[in-house]
């Protein structure tokens, strides 16, 4: 996906807002704001952050929709990022029976059972209900009204029949615990969720019912999509908390990169710079938001293959030098040409000052 060329100049603005975001500065005081109206513990809420910005960053267009929302704290979460990106063309669907859970069934395991006996447990919280009237109040009370969409009712009730006023879906995060539940909402609203969307099950480790329905629907549709977890910590020990997958353009992790590592650009390259790319064609404008990147080596705008030797390569660099080109950016697919080219590294190590490196960047300012 190319954030530079897909995306109307507000999207464009909205790109750039979260390059500079900053977890310690900027997560921590809305994580603070949402926690008491979640049971989601930190790490996936986190992440839950991220696919939102991310969602923002590379334009992937559609609603945020939850299913399963309690006192609303995850959805509320997903508001207040549209808020701070001043996103007017979308909203968070919260969809929920306000009446807590249905009873479980035998196929959502043993563990459901569990949950539903133990009515004393500090985990119970009343079979999860929170009603309308409470939840809205409470969007209302922490200024995300206005980026909200409550549906009350019983999934088999209310999803399909919202479809067409939700329209396209970039997050669809489905935490409604039983096999039939998560079912329903991945036949109701699956295919509305758009090319490089997130379906995020908050569930999929906890009750078996989940992960069937999960593993049941992508089986019927002969659906290849990869599920990744997200880990949690419980006194000092690892573990697989929520999943979630991406419909198709490559998983959440590789896009996670290319957002941290655009970040880190961004923390370097003034926007509207131009720079060298050396990424083996495989990053691309995710990597360079707000910044004219000229793939290296490059025909005709377009990006032609590593170079064949370390002279093409000085002798590349410098054409683009000459022409304009500020900055030179090693992406982690060519970070190898670095140690492979050794005529590269001396001329850049001597023409140029290395302003950033770690694992997965090398950059360097060529104004010397
Ligand atoms: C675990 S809670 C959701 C937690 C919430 N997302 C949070 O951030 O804490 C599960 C919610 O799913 C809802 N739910 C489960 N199955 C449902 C169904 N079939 N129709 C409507 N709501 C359902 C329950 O009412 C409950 O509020």
């Given at each position: 996906m190319s954030a530079e060329t897909k995306q109307s100049p507000a999207a464009q603005a909205r790109s750039e807002m979260f390059l500079d975001w900053d977890d310690a500065r900027d997560l921590a005081p809305i994580l603070e704001k949402v926690r008491p109206f979640t049971m989601v513990p930190a790490e996936s809420l986190i992440d839950l952050s991220r696919v939102a910005r991310a969602a923002l960053t590379y334009g992937i267009p559609g609603a945020f929709v939850e299913c399963g929302v309690w006192r609303g704290g995850s959805s509320f979460?997903?508001?207040?990022?549209?808020?701070?990106?001043?996103?007017?063309?979308?909203?968070?669907?919260?969809?929920?029976?306000?009446?807590?859970?249905?009873?479980?069934?035998?196929?959502?395991?043993?563990?459901?059972?569990?949950?539903?006996?133990?009515?004393?447990?500090?985990?119970?919280?009343?079979?999860?209900?929170?009603?309308?009237?409470?939840?809205?109040?409470?969007?209302?009370?922490?200024?995300?009204?206005?980026?909200?969409?409550?549906?009350?009712?019983?999934?088999?009730?209310?999803?399909?029949?919202?479809?067409?006023?939700?329209?396209?879906?970039?997050?669809?995060?489905?935490?409604?615990?039983?096999?039939?539940?998560?079912?329903?909402?991945?036949?109701?609203?699956?295919?509305?969720?758009?090319?490089?969307?997130?379906?995020?099950?908050?569930?999929?480790?906890?009750?078996?019912?989940?992960?069937?329905?999960?593993?049941?629907?992508?089986?019927?549709?002969?659906?290849?999509?990869?599920?990744?977890?997200?880990?949690?910590?419980?006194?000092?020990?690892?573990?697989?908390?929520s999943a979630l997958f991406r419909k198709g353009g490559g998983t959440w992790r590789w896009l996670d990169q290319c957002y941290r590592t655009a970040q880190e650009v961004a923390s370097v390259i003034p926007p509207g710079e131009t720079l060298i790319l050396a990424d083996d064609g495989a990053l691309g404008a995710d990597l360079t938001i707000g910044r004219r990147a000229i793939p290296f080596i490059e025909r005709d705008g377009q990006y032609w293959g590593p170079p064949p030797d370390g002279e093409t390569a000085v002798r590349e660099l410098e054409r683009l030098r000459a022409a304009g080109a500020n900055f030179m950016v090693f992406g982690w697919p060519a970070l190898w040409w670095l140690d492979h080219y050794g005529e590269l590294r001396e001329h850049l190590n001597s023409t140029a000052r290395r302003i950033l490196e770690n694992g997965r960047l090398a950059i360097f300012d060529l104004r010397f």
């Open positions: 979460l997903m508001a207040e990022t549209l808020k701070r990106a001043g996103a007017r063309d979308r909203k968070v669907w919260l969809f929920d029976s306000y009446e807590g859970l249905p009873a479980p069934k035998e196929i959502d395991g043993a563990k459901a059972f569990e949950y539903a006996r133990n009515t004393d447990s500090p985990w119970y919280h009343d079979n999860c209900s929170a009603s309308l009237e409470i939840v809205q109040r409470a969007a209302d009370e922490l200024g995300l009204g206005s980026y909200t969409e409550f549906v009350k009712g019983w999934f088999d009730q209310t999803l399909a029949l919202n479809r067409d006023r939700i329209g396209p879906i970039a997050i669809l995060r489905i935490d409604a615990d039983w096999y039939d539940s998560v079912l329903c909402c991945l036949e109701s609203l699956y295919d509305q969720v758009v090319e490089g969307g997130f379906v995020i099950f908050d569930d999929y480790y906890t009750f078996d019912g989940c992960a069937i329905a999960v593993h049941e629907f992508l089986g019927k549709r002969g659906l290849s999509h990869q599920i990744e977890n997200v880990i949690g910590r419980w006194e000092g020990a690892e573990y697989c908390q």
